[in-house]
């Protein structure tokens, strides 16, 4: 299978898997849980999203070892990471926008009433909740929680990719043990080089990034970065 590289707006044909600086979180740190949800039907589109073959978090290796820090540090005091999404090919983003634009069927009721109840579907572009590009493709961006060493998720105010302003990691509305799980969560990722999107209290990206300019568009998939 090809593998699309695009670089700025460039689309160009290259090899067939990922470059050598992309890696399997799982041989990295298998203690992070990982629950890949555009890989499986739990998500806001209500099925499997293009280009995900596998239930498997790909990243640049950099962004792999500083996630491995930051799970040392949590294990420390009694929480996990679990990641929802990591590497994302830009087919996936492609879909997310025809999805988005209506051109993939009607709406799923029960992934809107799970993920964006209270916005239209014919708004997700246009407010900001998807977009053409995405800092996932280009390998040192993921999504990600906090659970209890029992494998129970932590109270974090929103679900994930829940599209509504609730979900700012700042919202003053989210109080409590909420508020506290989001900046422990913040805070442990800020120590080990991830900067938080601020309007996704899940969504994080490592810096300096290993590849800033490049997205890239092989399948989420082990045989990816694997000679």
């Not at 491995?68 to 679990?82: I, K, M, V």
């Not at 996936?92 to 992934?111: H, I, K, N, Q, Y």
């Not at 969560?185 to 080990?192: Q, T």
């Amino acid at each position: 299978m090809a593998m699309t590289v695009v670089v700025g707006v460039l689309a160009v044909l290259a090899g067939g898997a990922a470059p050598p600086g992309f890696v399997a979180l799982r041989e990295v740190d298998p203690s992070v849980r990982q629950d890949m949800r555009y890989a499986g039907a739990r998500n806001f589109t209500g099925g499997v999203v293009d280009g995900y073959e596998e239930p498997v978090c790909l990243l640049a290796r950099p962004a792999a070892e500083a996630l491995r820090r930051a799970q040392r540090r949590l294990l420390r005091q009694g929480y996990s990471l679990r990641v929802y999404d990591c590497y994302r090919p830009q087919r996936a983003v492609d879909r997310f926008v025809r999805w988005a634009r209506g051109e993939d069927g009607p709406d799923d009721r029960e992934a809107k009433a799970e993920f964006y109840p209270h916005v239209e579907r014919s708004r997700l572009i246009p407010d900001g909740y998807i977009a053409a590009k995405s800092g996932h493709s280009r390998g040192s961006t993921l999504d990600v929680t906090l659970e209890d060493l029992s494998g129970r998720e932590v109270d974090m105010g929103t679900r994930f990719d829940f599209f509504d302003p609730l979900s700012h990691t700042d919202d003053p509305r989210v109080t409590g043990a909420a508020r506290t799980n989001r900046q422990l969560l913040k805070g442990v990722l800020a120590e080990e080089g991830f900067g938080n999107l601020p309007e996704e209290w899940w969504h994080f990206t490592y810096r300096p990034e290993a590849y800033p300019d490049t997205y890239f568009d092989f399948p989420v998939a082990v045989a990816s970065v694997r000679p």
